[in-house]
């Protein structure tokens, strides 16, 4: 039996971001077998048939880090926000509502813009599509590997 092509540290391989997947909107087994599972499968697929290409260019659906940073990078996908503790974090303590961002502050993203005029009405439709236990998990997650 062949290896996946990318497996973690345990030699076990994620399928992909849980929290990024909940945080979607919708939660049906059929849009995750669809999507999450097929883009896994259909990447390592990809990935074996090409040995030529450059190791980046072989992942079809681009791929995530493991741990810490793979679930940074997903959740900062999903907020549509850089992959850092310094921007994801206050932007999911500003969806549980529990951190105020004034509209004249800097965004936490780092692109030193006001957060007004920049990712205010992004979050502000997160906050309406990503219910808070998931927030809540995505922040308690993330505590595990700190």
């Not at 900062?76 to 503790?85: E, F, N, R, S, Y």
């Not at 906050?127 to 998931?134: A, E, G, P, S, Y």
């Amino acid at each position: 039996m062949k290896m996946l092509a990318y497996p973690n540290t345990e030699g076990l391989c994620c399928v992909g971001v849980w929290t990024e997947w909940l945080g979607t909107g919708d939660r049906s087994f059929e849009r995750y077998l669809r999507d999450t599972v097929h883009d896994f499968f259909f990447g390592q697929w990809f990935y074996e048939q090409n040995p030529q290409l450059p190791e980046r260019e072989r992942w079809p659906f681009g791929e995530r880090s493991h741990g810490r940073l793979g679930l940074l990078e997903g959740l900062g996908a999903m907020l549509d926000m850089p992959a850092t503790d310094a921007a994801v974090y206050p932007a999911l303590h500003y969806l549980l509502e529990e951190a105020v961002i004034g509209p004249n502050a800097l965004c936490p993203c780092g692109s030193q813009r006001r957060f007004k005029r920049c990712h205010r009405a992004h979050l502000w439709r997160a906050r309406k599509q990503i219910d808070l236990v998931t927030i809540r998990e995505a922040i308690d997650h993330l505590r595990l590997y700190t």
